[in-house]
């Protein structure tokens, strides 16, 4: 049996390897749509690594969440906490990288070279006694001879939620430095084998980097946009209060593949050519700076 190494998120870093081209400048299946099957388990595709992946199978604490578990889409990611005989609690982890069994850290990363205000995303949390779930974002950059850390952006939950709710939290730049990787850390215990409890469960979807161009701080219009047929084969329309708004598209691994203008409270979007899948969308309204995401699917 392999050895399991218990994580504590304090002990989470970024170590030098090979970086793999994941999708630069993009979260890697943010809203953990695509799986791919292990054998005795699915891991999430894009790059990100489990428990799982260094103990053969032994111990999955990572699962995909079908409905009604999800936030949107058809899956969220599930972290669960596990008991290890004779060696402690596994908080429930997933990484965009590779866990390092022998440094307790994260190897390799997403290529990444722009500086986001904040990390965001949609979680629901049941904790088990006093427990703690978190979401951990560094970037950093390679300077000849080690890896430094440009910022840091952190959220942490230690009340149950029972229904998605959203998250965001600033990135904490220490400096100036352009960074070249970022790694996340999805966990459903925080303070690893001695103060984890068994069974506390996570669910995160959607994970979002925001970037902010203006002084105006970031707001959600809560559904005062419609967005329909979805799924759709032909076409999607988004119809909203907004007079004029800016719409962005992205595919399922996180690539931007348009952006328009409307300038109406109703926008057609022929999504004919599109391959089957799943897209997100940012719609961004003149009017104070307003934002909403979401998703939706394309069906052939």
């Given at each position: 049996m392999k050895k399991l190494l218990l994580f504590s998120a304090s002990t989470i870093f970024v170590t030098l390897s090979v970086i793999e081209a994941l999708a630069q400048n993009a979260i890697p299946n943010p809203g953990f749509e695509n799986w791919t099957n292990q054998g005795s388990y699915d891991d999430p595709s894009g790059g990100w690594g489990t428990i799982a992946d260094i103990s053969g199978g032994f111990v999955v604490n990572c699962y995909k969440a079908p409905s009604p578990d999800m936030h949107s889409g058809t899956y969220a990611c599930k972290l669960i906490t596990k008991n290890i005989p004779f060696q402690g609690e596994a908080p429930g982890i997933v990484v965009t990288g590779t866990i390092n069994q022998s440094t307790m850290g994260v190897d390799g990363g997403v290529l990444f070279n722009l500086k986001p205000d904040s990390m965001a995303g949609w979680y629901k949390y049941s904790p088990v006694g006093v427990d703690t779930a978190s979401v951990d974002v560094r970037l950093s950059y390679w300077n000849g001879t080690s890896r430094v850390q440009v910022a840091e952006a952190r959220f942490e939950k230690t009340t149950a939620v029972s229904s998605y709710a959203r998250f965001s939290v600033p990135f904490i730049y220490a400096v100036p430095n352009t960074p070249d990787t970022m790694v996340i850390v999805l966990m459903s215990s925080y303070g690893g084998a001695t103060s984890a409890n068994t069974n506390?469960?996570?669910?995160?979807?959607?994970?979002?980097?925001?970037?902010?161009?203006?002084?105006?701080?970031?707001?959600?219009?809560?559904?005062?946009?419609?967005?329909?047929?979805?799924?759709?084969?032909?076409?999607?329309?988004?119809?909203?209060?907004?007079?004029?708004f800016m719409l962005k598209i992205s595919d399922e691994m996180g690539k931007q593949i348009m952006i328009a203008e409307s300038d109406s409270r109703n926008y057609k979007?022929?999504?004919?050519?599109?391959?089957?899948?799943?897209?997100f969308y940012e719609l961004l309204s003149g009017e104070a700076g307003k934002i909403q995401r979401g998703k939706f699917i394309v069906q052939k």
């Open positions: 506390s469960t996570a669910y995160y979807d959607d994970l979002d980097l925001i970037y902010n161009t203006t002084a105006v701080n970031e707001q959600i219009l809560n559904a005062s946009v419609s967005v329909y047929p979805n799924p759709s084969s032909e076409f999607v329309i988004f119809s909203g209060t907004c007079q004029k979007l022929d999504v004919s050519t599109f391959p089957k899948g799943i897209y």
